[in-house]
């Protein structure tokens, strides 16, 4: 009971950073992935297929859709916080039939849904319970670091874990994640760690993680190739097996009503959006090349950064070890928009991997071995006495 209310504690403090935005500005301002997200996700509740609707007009209507802090200015007079609306912020991409002109180039504006189908399922129960997407998101980080906390026996480990996470960059970026931009796929992966000697309950929520997002996506191959080590080929397959099914199960559907879904899901990939964040490719774009389109040859650094990435855990992996689980954000690291919050959580993947997997196996390793060699000890001191 107290573990889970210390869990409970660590996940309100998140709650209290989002309710602090209801609080000071009065209302819920979402991004466009926030809003294209959720309308997604009201279509999926009536079987229909997200990817084949332009949501403009919904986009419009929104009262929550934009961004606030593009509406101050400096000024001497007090804001009147009531007579704030946000200022609707869409994402352009180059499209040379484009109706509009955005930083020298024809563009048109996303207003579809453009992530894989998890991310819109995941908002499914906001929807049912008829409560903003962001406190949802909270809710779900909650269950899981509740449930992590709960199936953490040795309490050395749950201080490790209560130090880690209090450590302040991961409660505030939960916060701010959750205000800016989607994150449901970290709290998919800690409820997948709680589950970690469960292969079918861990793989299914990684595979339902990695049909969220890009950033969710690239970090499987590096949680494969550390299950593969660490946990022995027969959980190695029952992870990918469960893995494979239940995205398949998510991702297959849209696909084959329209085939053009596919593109859709990998549309922020495939697409030429604007530079933005912190990645190489726009400090190389902005301040080398000055421009707000990334260069052309910028596009493959992100694959070249992956298939390296993978390359390196398999070789040297007896000496990275979890290490390897930290290469995702050196590939986010070359997306041509990459925020800041993107690379928030992958320490603490890592970190987990290291207490809960890997140390724990070393420990039961060691303590084996210690049983072993006294037994062994054991028997020469009886032999000696025989004799």
Known sequence: MTVAMVGIALGVSDLLLNGLWFVVMGHNYESDAFLLSVLAAKEMVDLHNPYSFVFLHDMLESPQFG???SMFRYSNSPIDLNDLKPSPVFTPYLDPSGQFIKYGARVNYVDFYDYPPGMALSMIPA???RIPVSLWESLLYVFSIVTLFLSIRNEKNLLYVLVFILSGVFVTFYGEAFESDLSPWISLILIAISFRKYPLISGALTGFAA???PEATVLVPFILILIYNEMGKQFFL???ISGILLSALLVLPPILIDPSSLTMMFFPILAKLPVNGVSLTTLISLYIFHSYWPVSFLSIFPYVALIGS???SVIFYNKIREGILM???FIVLNFTRAEIEYFAFY???AFLAWLLITREKEITRS????VLHGSHFRVLERRKRES
Not at 367 to 370: A, F, H, M
Request: charged content about 15%; cysteine-free; hydrophobic content about 65%.
């Open 127 to 129: 929807l049912l319970l």
């Open 238 to 240: 029952r992870f990918l």
């Open 310 to 312: 993978i390359a390196i």
């Open 367 to 370: 303590e084996g071995l210690k």
């Open 327 to 329: 290469f995702p954000m």
């Open 211 to 213: 049909t969220t997002m």
């Open 67 to 69: 961004k606030v802090f």
């Open 347 to 349: 320490p603490l993947v």
